[in-house]
């Protein structure tokens, strides 16, 4: 599966943006997808997770509350809802897929999007 994201841009502090991440293939409805971002000067991290069916999602901490993962299977594409952002969110953006079910640990994604970045102003 190729991915492409889409949707970064800068945005003030308290402000939102919604990322989306198209699939190509048939067989989009059979992974599970992730969200991960890379800070400047720091590692990647992995921030959402959705199932294959959608009906699972899981959040890192520091995002609970204020993102939100969804997909559409019929379109081929997952998004991620950011709102309330803050400075601390600026980071590229990554999408991911995994062929297991929604999943937090990055060793489980294998294919991988070009990132997209969001810069979040003060």
């Known amino acids: 599966v190729q991915l492409q994201a889409s949707g970064g841009g800068l945005v003030q502090a308290g402000g939102s943006l919604r990322l989306a991440c198209a699939a190509s293939?048939?067989?989009?409805?059979?992974?599970?997808m992730g969200w991960f971002r890379q800070a400047p000067g720091k590692g990647r991290h992995i921030i959402a997770a959705i199932s294959e069916s959608g009906d699972n999602t899981v959040y890192q901490n520091a995002v609970k509350g204020r993102f939100t993962i969804s997909r559409d299977n019929a379109k081929n594409t997952v998004y991620l809802r950011m709102n309330s952002l803050k400075p601390e969110d600026t980071a590229v953006y990554y999408c991911a897929a995994s062929g297991g079910t929604a999943t937090m640990n990055p060793s489980d994604y294998a294919y991988w999007g070009q990132g997209t970045l969001v810069t979040v102003s003060s």
């Open positions: 293939g048939r067989t989009f409805s059979s992974y599970a």
